[in-house]
């Protein structure tokens, strides 16, 4: 057995830490997860895991001791670190002991078919990767299949991403393109296509929305833009009274998403998403 990692300045530890860094995260095609619950689902999903992190001194639960032995069994490097030295990647107060470098996975566009009836989100240039991993969160909790990043988007493998998905990033599918590749797709494919604007005409309870589309949302700061709004087929705008003129993305989102998730609940057309084993073609 490896001696333990007492040093937070092993290079294993140093690059853990420097995949918070969106450039190295891009580098590297890899990300850091912590905690027991996102590296239990890594596992479940079998994702592929490059290295688990370990601290045995902060390792109390019995459910960990068993990630652990399931990550040896199917032949994972596991590496044992002083607590510590896991403390120097903690990305939190109070660690559990557990992380994990694990490779990002990566879909292509033209794996999307909202237009066979699968549910997607196509989401132009979130910035705040909290609103992003709550979105993923979301689209789980509906069945929906993924989400189409585009423009100039947040990291969805950014750790507070990662976090914020409660490990819903292990079983969305995750496309990110262009605007000039996702217009040439849309006129090849003419998806159905659903934007949502606080000017639009239409109440999005009042909307019938397809057996499959993608729903659109737009930026924090600037909502869906004009050049993809004109791509829909209809825009819903959430009613809202009282000072205030917007809703926060994810919350936007999510209640949109429940409106569509409630009108297929009703007809019986609900399908989970995918296990993750699925998302590389």
């Known amino acids: 057995m490896a001696s333990l990692i007492t040093s ?3 290079p294993l530890l140093k690059l853990a830490r420097r995949l918070r860094e969106r450039k190295v995260r891009e580098q590297s095609g890899l990300f850091y997860v912590e905690g027991i619950r996102l590296v239990a689902e890594a596992l479940a999903q079998n994702w592929p895991i ?6 045995p001194e902060r390792l109390s639960s019995a459910f960990a001791q068993q990630q652990v032995e399931e ?3 199917k032949g994972i490097r596991v590496v044992e670190v002083s607590a510590r030295a896991f403390e120097s990647l903690a990305l939190k107060e109070n660690p559990q002991g557990i992380a994990a470098v694990i490779h990002q996975q990566w879909g292509t566009l033209s794996m999307v078919r909202p237009e066979v009836g699968e549910l ?4 132009e240039a979130i910035q705040d990767p909290g609103n992003l991993g709550t979105i993923l ?11 189409v990043l585009l423009e100039h988007t947040t990291d969805p493998y950014d750790p507070a991403a990662v976090r914020a998905s409660m490990g819903a990033i292990f079983t969305q599918w995750l496309v990110r393109t262009s605007r000039e590749a996702f217009l040439r797709w849309v006129a090849e494919r003419h998806p159905p296509l659903i934007g949502t604007s606080d000017r639009a005409a ?3 309870r009042d909307f019938i929305y397809p057996e499959g589309l993608m729903l659109l949302m737009g930026s924090e700061r600037e909502g869906l833009s004009p050049v993809y709004a004109s791509l829909c087929q209809a825009m819903v705008a959430i009613p809202m009274v009282g000072r205030v003129d ?4 994810a919350v936007a989102t999510a209640v949109v998403l429940y409106e569509i998730f409630n009108q297929r609940r009703r007809k019986g057309g609900l399908s989970s998403g995918p296990a993750c084993e699925e998302q590389i073609p």
Do not use: C, H, K, M
Request: hydrophobic letters at 50%; proline letters at 3%.
């Open 8 to 10: 937070p300045a092993n």
């Open 50 to 55: 490059e290295t688990l992190i370990i601290a």
């Open 246 to 249: 917007s809703l926060n993305v």
């Open 120 to 123: 997607w989100i196509g989401l």
């Open 202 to 204: 239409q109440d999005y």
């Open 137 to 147: 969160r979301t689209a789980e909790a509906v069945g929906a299949r993924g989400i």
């Open 71 to 73: 990550a040896r069994a």
